[in-house]
């Protein structure tokens, strides 16, 4: 049994806030509000040293979550509720963050997307400090850049389906821009996650764009292959915690513009969504405001990756925002938008099928070259534990013995993730956004992310220049992956 299922049972939820405004907002997540302009940040205090109340407080602990009707889970959350509050912060205004756990492990809290120093990042590779069981950790630290970031555990589960990414420990983060040039009626927020995981042998298909050759490569690799490792399933999908039909619809009015950022909250998943009858009009990709706007009809989102879109409500109806996978969306992978003045049975229509092009929203503009390019090439070891599958970069599991790479802060480097094995990997890039620069052969510019999703036997190349120094990890996001070898560290000085 990976995660107890239990009869419904009334929970006195309690918020453990502290000092902190907090308010309900759409979809009924709480908010952790944002310190008035100038009242925080300006005691330059070192990490841990602010008295007073904290800005921000993540309680870690266990919690009950009804995502369906009866039908609980059992998992551990932020401050008593899944996905845990909103919180909001201002572009370079800095703060005191508390974090408590209440549960018997050390945890990891991960601000995903921030330009924070290695301490404070909460990544135990880059010997970030960590909240002790039954303990406590406060620091300082200022948030940047603006937009749709997010928090999350950062510890290595392994087996253990019952850690980490698996359990509901996320959260948006919303760091509000210096300047703001957004203009809507409603700011909807939505975080999908999967639950009741269980280990299956079934390989995940990747069909979407795949070629005959890379078929027929894979075959030929599965001949002299060992078989395949461990994979996860699940049973249960949500967005904002509840399956789809089972929690408040997101309420709109027609003629409203209404602003969606959604994060694909999944420990191991990657995933598509599209709103019947609309389409969405994608303004930023993690967070980051994008060259050139466009249209399209479905969402890719690897894990971890985040889409902000502006929806024009000008189909009157009750309609299912969703993925076009039927079994996940019966599984609850969905949530209702419903027009005022509207009801009856929320509609489903099914989506065109276009393959995910990040190049439409960059620019053709030459970028700058850069003092070096690094390979890094992904492999993998079939059954290589045995049990589970080892991932490698350029031939190599994570070592935390061997030396990082050095890198030197402010100088721009390419990074070429050369993906040689048959899955797709969203691969995060720590404590930096970096600029695609070459997807699949196609040049762009301009597009900035934190995550971004590699399609099995491709090529995407990106550049960044570091600006802080310190330990910078790149993983994979896909938790099993990065548990077992697909990850790496640099070291800015
Ligand atoms: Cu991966």
């Given at each position: 049994?990976?995660?107890?299922?239990?009869?419904?049972?009334?929970?006195?939820?309690?918020?453990?806030?502290?000092?902190?405004?907090?308010?309900?907002?759409?979809?009924?997540?709480?908010?952790?509000?944002?310190?008035?302009?100038?009242?925080?940040?300006?005691?330059?205090?070192a990490a841990g040293a602010a008295e007073g109340p904290a800005d921000v407080t993540l309680r870690i602990a266990p919690v009950l979550v009804d995502i369906a009707k009866d039908h609980t889970i059992s998992t551990i959350g932020y401050n008593g509720q899944v996905p845990g509050p909103l919180v909001r912060l201002r572009e370079g205004v800095p703060v005191t963050v508390d974090l408590f756990n209440d549960t018997d492990a050390p945890e990891f809290v991960h601000?995903?997307?921030?330009?924070?120093?290695?301490?404070?990042?909460?990544?135990?590779?880059?010997?970030?400090?960590?909240?002790?069981?039954?303990?406590?950790?406060?620091?300082?630290?200022?948030?940047?850049?603006?937009?749709?970031?997010?928090?999350?555990?950062?510890?290595?589960?392994?087996?253990?389906?019952?850690?980490?990414?698996?359990?509901?420990?996320?959260?948006?983060?919303?760091?509000?821009?210096?300047?703001?040039?957004?203009?809507?009626?409603?700011?909807?927020?939505?975080?999908?996650?999967?639950?009741?995981?269980?280990?299956?042998?079934?390989?995940?298909?990747?069909?979407?764009?795949?070629?005959?050759?890379?078929?027929?490569?894979?075959?030929?690799?599965?001949?002299?292959?060992?078989?395949?490792?461990?994979?996860?399933?699940?049973?249960?999908?949500?967005?904002?915690?509840?399956?789809?039909?089972?929690?408040?619809?997101?309420?709109?009015?027609?003629?409203?513009?209404?602003?969606?950022?959604?994060?694909?909250?999944?420990?191991?998943?990657?995933?598509?969504?599209?709103?019947?009858?609309?389409?969405?009009?994608?303004?930023?990709?993690?967070?980051?405001?994008?060259?050139?706007?466009q249209m399209v009809d479905v969402l890719s989102l690897g894990t971890a990756e985040r889409i902000s879109a502006v929806v024009e409500m000008k189909n009157p109806g009750v309609w299912v925002l969703g993925t076009p996978h039927d079994d996940d969306r019966r599984n609850g992978m969905g949530i209702v938008v419903e027009y005022a003045g509207r009801g009856g049975v929320p509609r489903w229509i099914k989506p065109p099928r276009k393959a995910w092009d990040y190049t439409i929203f960059g620019e053709t503009r030459a970028v700058a070259e850069p003092v070096e390019t690094i390979p890094l090439v992904f492999g993998k070891i079939n059954g290589g534990t045995g049990s589970f599958n080892q991932w490698t970069i350029n031939g190599k599991t994570f070592d935390?013995?061997?030396?990082?790479?050095?890198?030197?802060?402010?100088?721009?480097?390419?990074?070429?993730?050369?993906?040689?094995?048959?899955?797709?990997?969203?691969?995060?890039?720590?404590?930096?956004?970096?600029e695609l620069t070459n997807v699949y052969g196609k040049a762009t510019a301009g597009v900035m992310k934190d995550v971004v999703l590699v399609k099995g036997y491709r090529k995407i190349a990106v550049d960044f220049a570091p600006s802080m120094e310190g330990l910078t990890l790149f993983h994979c996001h896909q938790q099993l992956h990065m548990d077992y070898g697909f990850k790496t560290l640099f070291d800015v000085t």
């Open positions: 049994m990976l995660l107890g299922r239990m009869r419904t049972q009334k929970t006195t939820r309690r918020s453990f806030l502290a000092g902190a405004g907090v308010v309900l907002a759409g979809c009924g997540q709480k908010t952790v509000q944002p310190p008035p302009q100038g009242t925080a940040g300006n005691s330059g205090a601000w995903h997307g921030l330009a924070v120093p290695a301490d404070v990042d909460g990544a135990p590779e880059e010997k970030s400090r960590m909240v002790p069981a039954h303990g406590q950790l406060r620091y300082r630290m200022t948030p940047q850049p603006g937009g749709a970031r997010f928090v999350h555990s950062h510890v290595m589960p392994m087996s253990d389906l019952n850690r980490g990414a698996y359990t509901g420990q996320f959260a948006f983060v919303y760091i509000e821009p210096k300047n703001n040039p957004g203009r809507y009626d409603q700011e909807i927020f939505l975080a999908t996650h999967e639950w009741e995981p269980f280990f299956t042998t079934e390989e995940e298909m990747d069909d979407t764009d795949i070629t005959p050759a890379e078929k027929a490569r894979k075959a030929a690799e599965d001949k002299k292959n060992k078989p395949n490792g461990w994979e996860i399933g699940y049973q249960r999908f949500t967005i904002n915690g509840k399956a789809l039909g089972y929690g408040e619809p997101v309420r709109v009015k027609e003629g409203q513009r209404v602003l969606f950022h959604i994060l694909n909250g999944s420990a191991t998943e990657n995933l598509e969504l599209a709103l019947s009858g609309h389409p969405f009009r994608i303004v930023a990709l993690d967070g980051n405001p994008v060259p050139n706007p935390e013995k061997a030396a990082p790479r050095t890198l030197q802060k402010g100088k721009r480097y390419r990074l070429v993730f050369d993906n040689q094995t048959d899955d797709s990997h969203p691969v995060h890039l720590h404590r930096n956004s970096f």
